[in-house]
Antibody
Framework: EVQLVESGGGLVQPGRSLKLSCAASGFTFSNYYMAWVRQAPKKGLEWVAT????????YYPDSVKGRFTISRDNAKSSLYLQMNSLKSEDTATYYC????????????WGQGTLVTVSS | DVVLTQSPATLSVTPGERISLSCRAS??????LHWYQQKPNESPRLLIK???QSISGIPSRFSGSGSGTDFTLSINGVELEDLSIYYC?????????FGAGTKLELK
């Protein structure tokens, strides 16, 4: 059974940093692109980042490019999201997601971790 | 960026009826259009991939159609457990984008 368990969320002040983690199990982690998708309170879904199987390629929307960094440790079956210069509009539940083999849709989702950016 | 417009924003339904939800793209996404269901306080789950391809474990009452810019998710015989928010997502080009969602509520 595929399992994705996020951790690391919490309350953080604007301008500060936070690092999220996702522990994966139930599949060969190194074979799949992985992603982060977020959802602001009572709002829709927004793709945040994608990383290739080896970690050599990363992709971001303009809203987080230059502030967020996605990374992975295949030996630990873990995915990370380093978030810097946080803004109030980054407040959201952050989901770890496994991409499809074609890497253009999201096959499995974690339960999410809430990040609140507020002073 | 590809903008996905979902309509209606909210749909009031009666159990047993057949309904259709719309997703329109601002430019062609071919069939790289996927549908997700999000129940209250749960993570999203995939319902339909590539506009019309079914997913293992998803009830057969869910179906999808369309290509290019116009897509439809249909539920043939709505059940109470289907009261959720439905999102479309395009995977044709980066950035991946989602529609704002259609909420199904009980009439």
């Amino acid at each position: 059974e595929v399992q994705l368990v996020e951790s690391g969320g919490g309350l953080v002040q604007p301008g500060r940093s936070l690092k999220l983690s996702c522990a994966a199990s139930g599949f060969t982690f190194s074979n799949y692109y992985m992603a982060w998708v977020r959802q602001a309170p009572k709002k829709g879904l927004e793709w945040v980042a994608t990383i290739s199987t080896s970690g050599s390629r990363t992709y971001y929307p303009d809203s987080v490019k230059g502030r967020f960094t996605i990374s992975r440790d295949n030996a630990k079956s873990s995915l990370y999201l380093q978030m810097n210069s946080l803004k109030s509009e980054d407040t959201a539940t952050y989901y770890c997601a496994r991409h499809s083999p074609e890497a253009d849709w999201f096959a499995y989702w974690g339960q999410g971790t809430l990040v609140t950016v507020s002073s | 960026d590809v903008v996905l417009t979902q309509s209606p924003a909210t749909l009031s339904v009666t159990p047993g009826e057949r309904i259709s939800l719309s997703c329109r793209a601002s430019e062609s996404v071919d069939t790289y259009l996927h549908w997700y269901q999000q129940k209250p306080n749960e993570s999203p789950r995939l319902l339909i991939k590539y506009a019309s391809q079914s997913i293992s474990g998803i009830p057969s009452r869910f179906s999808g159609s369309g290509s290019g810019t116009d897509f439809t998710l249909s539920i043939n015989g709505v059940e109470l457990e289907d009261l959720s928010i439905y999102y479309c997502q395009q995977g044709n080009s980066l950035p991946y984008t989602f529609g704002a969602g259609t909420k199904l509520e009980l009439k």
